[in-house]
């Protein structure tokens, strides 16, 4: 079973700055097969990113995914008011595993 | 424009079975190439894959939870149901319909809370 570690745990910035979120796996795997996605409190998940790199309908350009094998990468260009929130990264291999997710909060 | 929206009790008795709909609208249901999917959210946690069914039947099961999970299609309806049955409080969580093409959720539903309670 592949096992999805995220870092950090939590990420503190200020609006306009630059974020980068980790996405590591326990195993090498498909990019096209790995997703983002962005859960603001009280609401569902929002999917930002598939196949590791291409923006879902609707994602601003400031979000850009990145990776291969095991690394993955989330930027977030930069920081918009709207952006703080948790992120998750998500692999599909025949079922579907989670990262524990990155909080984005605000410094 | 695809929505879902969750169904069912918010409350449930220790060792019953939880029983939730997802109603799918702006999109059929039986159009090959998507997949139904049921996720949960433990309060204040990540996000955990439950199960997945096509609208033929064919059904994938998160193997931590198999023998507890049934996952069933009504395509005239055009709705999708989870039954997890044994709960107890650590069944305790949001849960979550959604859509898939093979590989990433692109609609889900608002979620519902159920509470495992005497």
């Known amino acids: 079973e592949i096992v999805l570690t995220q870092s950090p745990g939590t990420l503190s910035l200020s609006p306009g700055e630059r974020a980068t979120l980790s996405c590591r796996a326990s195993?090498?795997?498909?990019?096209?097969?790995l997703a983002w996605y962005q859960q603001k409190p009280g609401q569902a998940p929002r999917l930002l990113i598939y196949?590791?790199?291409s923006r879902a309908t609707g994602i601003p350009d400031r979000f850009s995914g990145s990776g291969s094998g095991t690394d993955f990468t989330l930027t977030v260009s930069r920081l918009e008011p709207e952006d703080f929130a948790v992120y998750y990264c998500q692999h599909y291999g025949g079922s579907f595993t989670f990262g524990p997710g990155t909080k984005v909060d605000i410094k | 424009q695809v929505q879902l929206q969750e169904s069912g009790p918010g409350l449930v008795q220790p060792s019953q079975t939880l029983s939730l709909t997802c109603t799918v609208s702006?999109?059929?249901?039986?159009?090959?190439?998507?997949?139904w999917s049921w996720i949960r959210q433990h309060p204040g946690q990540g996000l955990e894959w439950i199960g997945y069914i096509y609208y033929n039947g064919n059904t994938y099961y998160n193997p931590s939870l198999k023998g507890r999970v049934t996952i069933s299609v009504d395509t005239p309806k055009s709705q999708f149901s989870l039954k997890l049955s044994s709960v107890t409080a650590a069944d305790t969580a949001v849960y979550y319909c959604a859509r898939h093409p093979l590989g990433a959720f692109d609609y889900w539903g608002q979620g519902t809370l159920v509470t495992v309670s005497s």
């Open positions: 196949g590791a790199s």
């Open positions: 702006g999109g059929s249901i039986s159009s090959g190439g998507y997949f």
């Open positions: 195993q090498s795997v498909s990019s096209s097969y």
